[in-house]
């Protein structure tokens, strides 16, 4: 049943987006311009997926750090490119302390600048290399046109730093974090198939030397780019002179790399799942993954339906995030509508009837309505919501999957490519060059997402030009 | 034995400080004027700190949340005390995107102002209440005087804000958080001892009905206020217009609350504990709390070495944070040493014969030298290392806990009070005025730490003026 104040997706995609973050109160606006607040139950969210995050980063042999907020001018301006990409949108501090700062201060919108600094000062030789750091942090890229977690100017993130002895080392491990831990979290975790590939040069992190991505599709056929991974060459390096000794005992410069992604994954996660009656969340990372509503006409009935909630509920710590939803002026209805909007995958209801029969009605949030809901003996609960959480995490894997692949198309002609980006993805030979690309881009609004990892091998003509080509690209429009 | 690079605390204890901070790689300087950079062992520590923080922070019905890091100027402006006591300090962007901005955008150097605007927005009725938030954060302040982890212009912290219907009930909050989540974690977990009280109105916080706090002592008898947590009265919630329907359907002002700990905890830990041979760390916190030196000569005692290593380690995970050092080039001495001033508690060296007597020698942070060291079974390692490590925590309190006692002395003239000051703590009784406390600050530089929530009863003459009172407070010198 589509929930007040929530617009169907079909009607209007885009307020539809912003009424689930509304309704679900994931975020709020704030009096700052292009910055949230990030409310509870989207924070929660946001802890579990910097959880899942932060264990595949330090499971790959990273350890965590802290960098300053500020970054002196002059350093953003070491390195031409990304001064060139950077400083349209930094905010500055200028003031201070009462007095007017002789070197304004930017606001770090990433921090390459004052990690390659530090870098210099701590690798001397081959011995202290690779180094291996990640950081959580909050950035500022002055924005124009903002979104809840989509866009802000303010957002979190994680940005890891390395540097390595060779440029192979460092693209391994530019490569490593792209699968082993972006991929592997967001496929796993977030329930959501993603493509993953090179950035043209168009399309590249300002001052990598390749840009690496995983793109998702959304339920509207856009992209959203969900995390990128650069090798930085020896550019940063260069810029801010991350000397060591080799083995060789000669001076050389290091291989850095720079990974990211950001709170933008929760938006992700929202427009991937959700429907019109709210938030859909994969068992994972949701906040809650069971709410236990009690059902009973008054006060004689309560007593005896919390005691057996309570030692149904009695040994699920430690399995199960469980809220047992025990407010007592409102309605089982209020309660089923409020908790399906915040997207709790499961929900388990014991009444009176219940009590006596040894049994739970059982609804998945996945599955609305009256087909997604059974009645299972208490004493099997645990085990049957246990496989239920696997099986919703699945389903909502091999839906957005099937709804991915069912958008994608191969298409062989630009006026083919035109169509497939109304509603989905165009996968293409390519020859074309950047001003090609922007040539697209102006006429459909699609951009080159990726060109994929996985190739099909063999060769055929440019969707633009018709020249022959040996690699394949995916044309979307994006978040 | 004093290690190199390490000044020693009887010569220098500021000196000794910093070098403990550098020598066990917990941060380092940065390019931004009073800005630290945490490196990994030393934000791993803080990873532990919030961890154990956050924990409690929940279990007291707490969620956390995320706020904008930028204050509009005029939202620092709308509490008179507020602002009077934060603008001095302020760091401004009054430049983004390219352009000047209408209104400069402070850098939060705490968050009551722009959390008082959501607050306003959230609560309607006194069925909204109470809203029991945290964020964790960086916040800037514009200090002179910076020191690593004690006083830097940014730094990492959490805020609790909370809004109440009562003042009774904001009161009780503001104590729970000074007593089951300050006190309790920095007796428990920092394992060291404080006195609890309140602030006199000269020290509270800008804004606040009342600010309390946790003092502790360093060695060298100063203090150091690890946290405070203030009841605000109605005075945010009068700037703010966080107004309620109470439950006889008028409107009413909130009482609301803040309280936060920062990095400067990690600072306090440091310094209360550690000696001249590096940073002592309790087990509860250490980032590694075992580390493993293998001892062979040559290569072909190593795989035995190994071997053994591995199998006594292999079930350890889960149990203890473990670092097995197998690093090739480097001595065992080499090694020991690093360790130490890195602040391991317990080092595990297993050598030919120990693979031979089915031994290892087990050595203790906190007892250095062969005092502290001690031949262990392996079958019996596992729970051997698990009762020193609680022996060790409990040991660092005990230690820390003696020393303050010492160090506190009960004076009875003014004279008695600046001649205690100069080693720790004097216990006074008091009736003077905030002039008063300015003179003796200027007189001694020692303020009144507390007034200690716990009081002797009955009454004395005031420590400066003679006037019978029945309070006693704290004086020191602090950090």
Redo the contacts between chains.
């Keep these: 049943m589509p929930k007040e104040g929530i617009t169907p997706r079909a009607k209007d995609y885009a307020q539809w987006y912003l009424d689930i973050v509304d309704k679900a109160e994931l975020a709020?606006y704030?009096?700052?311009r292009g910055?949230?607040?990030?409310?509870?139950h989207g924070?929660?969210l946001?802890?579990n997926i910097q959880a899942g995050l932060d264990r595949r980063i330090k499971a790959t042999g990273h350890?965590?750090?802290?960098?300053?907020?500020?970054?002196?001018q002059s350093?953003l301006q070491k390195e031409a490119q990304h001064v060139e990409g950077f400083?349209?949108?930094?905010?500055?501090?200028?003031?201070?302390?009462?007095e007017e700062l002789t070197e304004?201060?930017v606001?770090r919108p990433t921090s390459e600048a004052?990690i390659g600094?530090?870098f210099a000062?701590?690798v001397h030789s081959w011995r202290d290399l690779p180094v291996l750091?990640n950081q959580w942090?909050?950035v500022?890229r002055?924005e124009?046109r903002t979104r809840p977690f989509l866009r802000t100017t303010?957002f979190?993130w994680q940005e890891g730093h390395t540097c390595h002895a060779t440029e192979e080392e460092a693209e391994e491990e530019t490569l490593k974090i792209l699968n082993e831990v972006y991929a592997d979290f967001v496929e796993k975790e977030m329930s959501l198939p993603v493509y993953k590939g090179l950035k043209t040069d168009k399309e590249k992190f300002a001052g990598a030397l390749r840009t690496y991505s995983i793109e998702a599709m959304m339920q509207d056929g856009r992209a959203l780019q969900a995390g990128t991974s650069h090798n930085l060459g020896q550019n940063f390096a260069r810029a801010f002179e991350i000397v060591y000794q080799n083995r060789e005992n000669q001076p050389d410069f290091c291989w850095t790399s720079s990974w990211g992604v950001s709170t933008r994954l929760e938006g992700a996660l929202i427009m991937a799942h959700s429907d019109d009656e709210g938030l859909v969340c994969p068992p994972r990372l949701a906040p809650i993954q069971v709410v236990v509503v009690p059902i009973y006409k008054g006060e004689e009935q309560r007593p005896g339906v919390m005691e057996a909630i309570r030692r149904v509920v009695g040994g699920w710590e430690g399995r199960f995030r469980v809220k047992v939803d025990d407010r007592d002026q409102l309605t089982p209805g209020f309660k089923f509508n409020e908790w399906e909007v915040k997207g709790v995958p499961v929900r388990v209801e014991i009444g009176p009837r219940d009590v006596e029969n040894g049994t739970a009605a059982v609804a998945r949030r996945d599955i609305p309505g009256r087909e997604g809901k059974q009645l299972v003996q208490q004493a099997a609960l645990a085990g049957h919501i246990a496989a239920l959480l696997e099986d919703i995490q699945q389903g909502l894997y091999d839906r957005a999957l099937r709804f991915r692949d069912a958008h994608t198309r191969d298409v062989s002609s630009y006026e083919e490519l035109k169509e497939a980006v109304e509603t989905g993805f165009a996968r293409a030979w390519w020859a074309g060059t950047a001003e090609d690309e922007e040539r697209i881009q102006a006429e459909t609004k699609a951009t080159i997402r990726v060109i994929p990892l996985e190739q099909p091998g063999g060769s055929g003509r440019c969707v633009l030009t018709g020249r022959e080509s040996t690699r394949q690209v995916l044309f979307a429009r994006a978040y």
């Design positions: 709020d704030s009096p700052v910055c949230m607040v990030i409310r509870p924070y929660a946001w802890e350890q965590n750090a802290y960098f300053p907020l500020f970054i002196p350093f400083a349209p949108e930094v905010a500055v501090v200028t003031r201070a302390g009462g304004p201060l606001v004052i600094h530090m000062k701590w750091v942090a909050n500022v002055w124009m303010e979190l």
